[in-house]
């Protein structure tokens, strides 16, 4: 007896498998939420706050073709799972505690450079968007804008192209218009910085760790540190996204 079953998604009745699974799935509402092993882009979400990364699992998993492999609070823990589960794409917040979505970026492209990475983040749009294109982000969703563009940031980002949703694209445009006009009014304002000085500033603005840093210019990660809390103090940053602001400024890095 042939199987009949109203208004039934179309597939193909020769897969009884594949045909009654489907079925099953459309009928408790959940299709949407398993994507298919062939075709999924495997994600990691990657933020401080466990309600924001349910709530980004939740939201991605109703999508066809998408699959959230982990989910990490930090960093190190991040690191982990992308060698580990190796997923095509991580949801990066930019603003971590500890080590920030920036620096993160820059290790994640340097040690994984097929990984794809999506950044949120609610910091203001004008100190943060071109720092992040300099980290190596490949889209840029405000988290105001999240709910709107968040799914599409993902397919375009998923799909090799970079996706800037419009309040990141217009605080881009007004940072390169800023510095492309009128560069000579933001570089005196910059206090003189000692050779070493700059050495780490644009160590911090090419994403490289500490470590890397003390091996290339010759000291102690406590000195670098030391460095980078002077850097902070002088240039009157407060983090590292700001610290790569202020190298892009100096010229010591480009985009």
């Excluded at 560069?183 to 700059?198: D, F, Y």
Aim: proline share 5%.
């Amino acid at each position: 007896m042939a199987l009949r079953v109203s208004a039934a998604p179309p597939v193909d009745p020769a897969q009884p498998i594949h045909y009654c699974l489907h079925i099953i799935l459309a009928a408790a509402g959940r299709l949407g939420c398993i994507p298919s092993p062939a075709m999924s882009t495997r994600i990691v979400v990657v933020d401080d706050h466990e309600l924001v990364r349910t709530g980004l699992r939740l939201r991605l998993e109703r999508e066809e073709g998408m699959e959230v492999v982990g989910e990490a609070a930090e960093a190190a823990s991040a690191y982990a799972l992308i060698a580990e589960r190796a997923p095509d794409l991580v949801v990066m917040d930019i603003d971590l505690p500890g080590e920030d979505g920036l620096a993160a970026t820059a290790t994640i492209k340097a040690r994984w450079p097929k990984t794809q990475v999506l950044a949120l983040t609610g910091s203001a749009p004008t100190s943060i968007a071109h720092a992040a294109l300099l980290a190596g982000v490949d889209g840029l969703v405000f988290k105001n804008e999240a709910s709107d563009d968040l799914v599409h940031a993902v397919r375009t980002v998923a799909s090799g192209k970079v996706f800037l949703s419009p309040e990141a694209a217009t605080a881009l445009v007004t940072a390169l218009r800023t510095s492309a006009v009128a560069p000579s009014l933001a570089l005196p304002t910059c206090p003189e910085l000692s050779e070493r000085e700059r050495s780490v500033l644009k160590g911090l603005a090419d994403g490289f760790s500490y470590k890397e840093i003390a091996a290339e210019i010759g000291v102690s990660v406590k000195t670098v540190d030391t460095y980078r809390a002077r850097l902070s103090k002088k240039l009157g940053c407060t983090n590292r996204a700001e610290l790569i602001r202020c190298a892009v400024r100096l010229g010591l890095v480009q985009i």
